[in-house]
């Protein structure tokens, strides 16, 4: 598909600062050095694949954009001296900084050397280019070499825009027919946050977990390893003192069905008291899984996409957005635990926030990325109420709290 989804079109607007700026990124460790040549390799095939593209705007009222190749990109590069192990994050975090789905270049491949001899390599590409699945199958195929389909030409502009239009009217017609519900009501406002706001919005911390004791302990809780993921991210969340007892989560569902790379997902949510076990929520995922979140009162979705941006942008506004995200990326390719000759002691995927500024936090206050290779599961978290978790050891310091409750150790990045 070469036009823009609805998805697309939201992720772009974020990055126009309408919205939550959204960035996704892999991270690898080694324990040792790995050659640039090698990462160069990568850098080509990465450039001239599916992330190599850009927004290309149409002229014509209610075509959606399309996507238009684009081999320019930033150049690898590798930290002249090293850094503090201590500080991975921080440098990963600077890493998506400047990426322009529109005039693109929209990813970055950079690559950093350690205190302790070892390496670490980041791979940081817009939301509005890729989802956390589409980002896992560009670089297992940049590594291995193996190019990925391009997407496939579609209708003109006039034709897509004539489509456009009949599914926005006629759908619209329907629902104003059948009477268009009351919206829910929103969240209040969070509270303004002391300090500037230029000062740092987030807080990173990653941790690794044996698979077999993730799996030990959601089997002993009548779960599974997805609801127990829920689980530990609402608890931490009222450890941190938030105040309700019942949150919302969000939970992406990757509607892919067969490899591409895009943002091919939907949303669903559930509600979460604090009576909840890991055997409750089992039972509640699957029946969110059932009910997608979409539009309001049956109106097409695609009303967005035609309409102008800061319009479209308040139409959607918080869509998507819970108290608590949860994304299980699942299981990551075998592939990826080596970099060529390279084995990587550590694998990560997240979402990042660059740019987000005090004064603008989205409704949702700790998100978490649950990820599994080989033998180990690796929990991301990315806190967004500062003044709650007031720094990253105080996120790591949480985590833990919070798996020692459930008998589980966790090994800090």
């Given amino acids: 598909m070469d036009r823009l989804s609805v998805l697309d079109e939201i992720f772009l607007r974020s990055h126009r600062g309408m919205g939550t700026p959204i960035v996704l990124q892999g991270l690898w460790r080694t324990a040792e050095p ?6 160069w390799r990568v850098h080509r095939d990465l450039r001239t694949g599916p992330l190599g593209r850009r927004v290309a705007r149409s002229r014509v009222p209610g075509a959606r954009p399309r996507w238009q190749p684009n081999e320019s990109a930033y150049p690898f590069t590798m930290t002249p001296e090293p850094i503090p192990v201590a500080a991975i994050l921080d440098w990963a975090d600077r890493q998506g900084d400047e990426l322009n789905p529109e ?7 950079t690559a950093a050397r350690l205190d302790d001899g070892g390496c670490v390599v980041a791979l940081t590409c817009s939301h509005a280019l890729a989802d956390g699945r589409a980002l896992v199958l560009a670089i297992d195929n ?28 006629g759908g619209t017609a329907r629902a104003l027919r059948h009477g268009i519900p009351q919206r829910p009501s929103s969240p209040p406002p969070r509270k ?16 690794e977990i044996p698979a077999r004791e993730w799996n030990r302990v959601a089997v002993a809780h009548g779960g599974t390893a997805n609801s127990l993921f829920v689980h530990l ?19 992406p569902v990757d509607t892919r069905d067969e490899p591409r790379v895009d943002n091919d997902m939907s949303m669903t949510e559930v509600a979460i008291t604090r009576a909840d ?6 039972a509640k995922a699957r029946a969110a899984y059932e009910h997608r979140m979409t539009s309001p009162g049956g109106i097409p979705e695609e009303i967005l996409q035609v309409v102008p941006d800061r319009w479209a942008y308040r139409l959607a506004k918080g869509a998507g957005e819970r108290d608590i995200l949860c994304s299980n990326i699942g299981n990551l390719p075998e592939s ?3 970099l060529g000759p ?48 007031g720094s990253a050891a105080a996120l790591t310091k949480l985590a833990e709290a919070t798996l020692a409750e459930l008998g589980l150790r966790a090994r800090p990045w």
Avoid: K, Q
């Fill in 277 to 282: 076990t890991p055997a409750s929520l089992r």
């Fill in 103 to 109: 005039t693109g270049p929209g990813w970055r491949l």
């Fill in 342 to 389: 390279h084995a990587c002691t550590g694998v990560a995927a997240r979402a990042i926030h660059p740019s987000l500024r005090r004064d603008a936090l989205p409704r949702t206050r700790l998100s978490g990325y649950l990820s599994r290779i080989a033998d180990t599961y690796t929990l991301s978290l990315v806190g967004l109420d500062p003044d709650a978790i």
């Fill in 34 to 39: 790995v050659h640039p040549a090698l990462l």
């Fill in 233 to 251: 991210v609402a608890n931490m969340l009222w450890a941190s003192g938030f105040p309700g007892d019942t949150m919302a989560a969000s939970l």
């Fill in 336 to 338: 990826l635990l080596s």
């Fill in 142 to 169: 940049a590594l291995a070499g193996i190019p990925l389909a391009a997407p496939v030409a579609g209708h003109s502009d006039w034709a897509d825009a004539r489509r456009m239009w009949a599914t926005v009217l």
């Fill in 192 to 207: 303004a946050l002391s300090g500037s706001r230029t000062d740092a919005a987030t807080r990173s911390t990653v941790l």
